[in-house]
């Protein structure tokens, strides 16, 4: 899916928001009705198509609807 960039680490969405640390958090916009697959992942700042470490584990799952959230870890 585009919008958390096509499994593409360099492409993925940036959780800047690191206040809550170690929690990050950020927001998307998604198709509603869209089943939607995601991990977390670390990856290098200077090399972004570099990832340091994904998130073990199955995939996160949820279908997007107005105002759904989901949380990952790693």
């Not at 499994?7 to 993925?12: E, F, K």
């Not at 916009?29 to 570099?50: D, F, H, Y």
């Not at 199955?58 to 959230?69: D, L």
Request: some cysteine; overall charge positive.
């Amino acid at each position: 899916m585009a919008e958390l960039g096509n499994w593409n680490a360099s492409a993925a969405v940036r959780l800047p928001d690191a206040s809550g640390y170690p929690s990050w958090t950020g927001s998307i916009a998604l198709p509603t009705g869209k089943a939607v697959e995601w991990e977390c992942i670390i990856r290098s700042e200077s090399n972004p198509s570099q990832v340091i470490k994904w998130q073990s584990g199955a995939n996160n799952r949820v279908t997007a609807t107005a105002g759904a959230t989901t949380r990952g870890q790693l």
